[in-house]
């Protein structure tokens, strides 16, 4: 048997390498408490203000608060947008025990709907439990009375006001103010491209049309904020700092509502539109279309039910007719007069023979005029007063369509008037290039013709021959129409008290129309002064007996196109087909305060001094009152029969011809 090999043990060298992997191992540890106290250190004091703002932000939250939206006047003061309390019922889940037991019992007291239930639980799966859950929306007064006996019976479950928009006039404004509704996604996509959607945080609702659309900004105002400390369940626990938001502007309008009425009776039955204007300030006094609709529907959301009745109405309720377009007819013979007189194709002196109808060389078509057997001798005044369409057939033959449509742009006819509203039609004012580009063909002689007594393709608004109007009585000084009078700012004076200031706003006037020889706008203004002051001119019957010395012009629209040979009959005549009654006039005549142009569809009877004349009248004597206005009017033989006064005549005792 082989010896065992004994190993003798290296006890120095065991303890080396003990000792190595000691050290190795403190260094290790060593360095990791070096990271640690490094990452401590980095977190405590180099990083602190990052961490504690974070912090903060989990812990403090800051909640918009909405601004009041301004208020909307008229020029008197009188109120026409205001901001109403809506009282809706609200829950918070978590203060209500037997949540289920407790909605029953509310819901029968007050009447509410078993749908507006299952819609309130459906919202409680989803929000928090200390979050308030809308009920019942728009509770009457009746049911905020109920309530409010019966309040201590129901813990967790409260009344809830906020402000929304309300319109007293209803009907009588909407197509002026427009309106406030939800904001829609469309809104927020608008908002956010804007930068603005920070300022709408709060926001329910936004203009949607007219005044409260044009002016959203200024009448919304300034979002505030309520900074509040939270806990981790979003709780609130106390409030921080409350910065309140600034009140939006006060709006106070050129409309005169007296006025704004008078047009709605005046119309009452009829569709189409009313727009009277402050000639020296181009302030509209009132604009209304008929039919209108309840802007106060689309506040809380309009009903499909609703809004389809409005959409299907054959009278077009949800059409502004102010800004929208119509054959003009004779209502720009004064102007298309005062091109002939610029471009020196008539004189003042020049006569024409009107045996009832005119004929262009070679062709078999004859135009006629509204009287089958013709004016006899006609002059520029005459031509205007009779409303003599052959005057004008010849007229426009000399001018030719280019001079015609290039007086008429003067005047701003086919364009935007500028008013603060979006809403406005640019109608049109047809022209050679115009007729190329919208049906690539030809412009015809014909076509001129029928342009020279307001027919063919043009079509203005009533919001487009009031200004024309106002620029034609103003001798070629063009204004803008606006709404917009003054903004009235809320704030505080030095001791603190709540104040109010007025601020006006000026407009810019647009350059003039300036013509060669400045007595044409006389002759033309007192063609139609005569219009109406003359006896047996088409308007002087509605004008009969007032107390100031307007002026004005008639015209007939012809809707649907007649056969060389047929003659006209409303009675026969499909509705939609019947002729629109237009008419323009303006007072006092020396020195002119307001400008009405009037626009009535599909007339049963008569022309523009039958059914519109009457209304313009209504119009003018709302505004003037109880004011006499001396006239110069010349009433000795020969010229006019001097006025009696008399109380509103009745369209049906009017015999006029235009």
Same mark, same amino acid.
């Given at each position: 048997m082989a010896p065992r090999r004994i190993?003798?043990?290296?006890?120095?060298?065991?303890?080396?390498?003990?000792?190595?992997?000691?050290?190795?191992?403190?260094?290790?540890?060593?360095?990791?408490?070096?990271?640690?106290?490094?990452?401590?250190?980095?977190?405590?004091?180099?990083?602190?203000?990052?961490?504690?703002?974070?912090?903060?932000?989990?812990?403090?939250?800051?909640?918009?608060?909405?601004?009041?939206?301004?208020?909307?006047?008229?020029?008197?003061?009188?109120?026409?947008?205001?901001?109403?309390?809506?009282?809706?019922?609200?829950?918070?889940?978590?203060?209500?025990?037997?949540?289920?037991?407790?909605?029953?019992?509310?819901?029968?007291l007050l009447d509410i709907s078993a749908d507006r239930q299952v819609k309130f639980f459906k919202a409680a799966k989803r929000k928090r439990r200390f979050k308030q859950i809308e009920l019942q929306p728009r509770l009457s007064e009746q049911q905020v009375a109920l309530f409010s006996v019966n309040q201590h019976k129901f813990p967790g479950i409260f009344v809830d006001a906020r402000l929304k928009r309300y319109y007293p006039f209803s009907e009588l404004t909407t197509h002026n103010l427009g309106y406030v509704a939800r904001i829609n996604r469309k809104d927020v996509k608008k908002l956010e491209q804007q930068g603005k959607s920070e300022n709408y945080a709060a926001t329910h609702g936004i203009g949607k049309l007219g005044i409260e659309k044009y002016y959203e900004e200024i009448l919304h105002g300034t979002i505030g904020h309520q900074e509040?400390?939270?806990?981790?369940?979003?709780?609130?626990?106390?409030?921080?700092?409350?910065?309140?938001?600034?009140?939006?502007?006060?709006?106070?309008?050129?409309?005169?509502?007296?006025?704004?009425?008078?047009?709605?009776?005046?119309?009452?039955?009829?569709?189409?539109?009313?727009?009277?204007?402050?000639?020296?300030?181009? %302030? $509209?006094?009132?604009?209304?279309?008929?039919?209108?609709?309840? =802007?106060?529907?689309?506040?809380? &959301? !309009?009903?499909?039910?609703?809004?389809?009745?409005?959409?299907?109405?054959?009278?077009?309720?949800?059409?502004?007719?102010?800004?929208?377009?119509?054959?003009?007819a004779s209502t720009v013979k004064p102007f298309l007069a005062l091109t002939g007189l610029e471009e020196q194709v008539i004189t003042p002196s020049t006569k024409i023979w009107d045996p009832g109808w005119y004929q262009l060389e070679g062709l078999p078509n004859k135009y006629r005029d509204w009287k089958k057997w013709g004016h006899g001798w006609v002059d520029l005044?005459?031509?205007?007063?009779?409303?003599?369409?052959?005057?004008?057939?010849?007229?426009?033959?000399?001018? %030719? $369509?280019?001079?015609?449509?290039?007086?008429?742009?003067?005047? =701003?006819?086919?364009?935007?008037? &500028? !008013?603060?509203?979006?809403?406005?039609?640019?109608?049109?004012?047809p022209s050679v290039a115009w007729k190329r580009e919208r049906y690539n063909q030809p412009w015809y002689t014909g076509e001129t013709l029928s342009v020279g007594i307001g027919q063919s393709y043009w079509t203005v608004t009533p919001l487009q021959l009031t200004q024309a109007l106002t620029t034609l009585v103003n001798h070629g000084v063009r204004k803008v129409p606006h709404f917009l009078k003054a903004t009235k700012k809320q704030g505080t004076d030095e001791d603190g008290n709540s104040q109010s200031t007025l601020e006006e706003v000026i407009y810019e006037e647009q350059a003039p129309l300036i013509l060669k020889q400045k007595k044409h706008w006389e002759l033309v203004l007192e063609a139609m002064h005569s219009t109406v002051q003359k006896f047996g001119a088409t308007a002087y019957t509605p004008f009969k007996g007032a107390k100031y010395d307007a002026s004005g012009k008639t015209g007939s629209a012809q809707v649907a196109r007649i056969k060389q040979d047929e003659k006209y009959d409303a009675k026969t005549t499909q509705e939609n087909k019947r002729d629109n009654a237009m008419f323009i006039a303006f007072a006092p005549f020396n020195n002119p305060e307001i400008v009405v142009a009037v626009a009535i569809e599909n007339v049963a009877k008569g022309g523009g001094g039958t059914n519109a004349g009457p209304v313009a009248r209504q119009i003018m004597d709302q505004y003037f009152g109880n004011r006499v206005i001396t006239s110069s009017i010349d009433n000795s033989p020969g010229k006019f029969k001097t006025k009696t006064p008399q109380q509103h005549i009745h369209p049906s005792h009017i015999q006029e011809s235009d």
């Open positions: 190993v003798i043990r290296n006890h120095s060298a065991e303890a080396n390498l003990f000792a190595r992997r000691t050290f190795i191992a403190f260094v290790g540890v060593l360095l990791l408490l070096l990271i640690l106290f490094s990452n401590i250190y980095s977190l405590q004091v180099d990083s602190f203000e990052k961490y504690q703002t974070r912090s903060n932000s989990n812990r403090i939250k800051l909640l918009p608060v909405a601004p009041n939206r301004g208020l909307i006047y008229d020029r008197n003061g009188v109120i026409l947008a205001d901001n109403k309390p809506v009282y809706s019922l609200a829950v918070i889940p978590e203060e209500v025990d037997n949540l289920k037991a407790n909605i029953e019992k509310i819901s029968k509040v400390e939270i806990n981790n369940q979003g709780r609130i626990i106390r409030t921080l700092n409350y910065t309140p938001p600034i009140q939006g502007k006060d709006l106070t309008l050129t409309l005169d509502i007296e006025l704004q009425m008078i047009a709605k009776r005046a119309l009452s039955g009829k569709r189409g539109a009313v727009v009277a204007m402050n000639p020296r300030t181009g %302030g $509209i006094l009132a604009m209304y279309s008929n039919p209108s609709y309840d =802007g106060n529907l689309f506040v809380h &959301g !309009i009903s499909s039910k609703n809004y389809n009745k409005l959409l299907q109405s054959k009278d077009l309720p949800l059409i502004n007719r102010s800004v929208q377009g119509y054959p003009p005044t005459k031509a205007i007063e009779q409303s003599c369409n052959i005057y004008f057939f010849k007229l426009a033959f000399k001018l %030719g $369509i280019t001079k015609i449509s290039t007086m008429m742009e003067r005047f =701003g006819f086919g364009d935007y008037t &500028g !008013i603060d509203i979006h809403e406005e039609s640019r109608a049109i004012m």
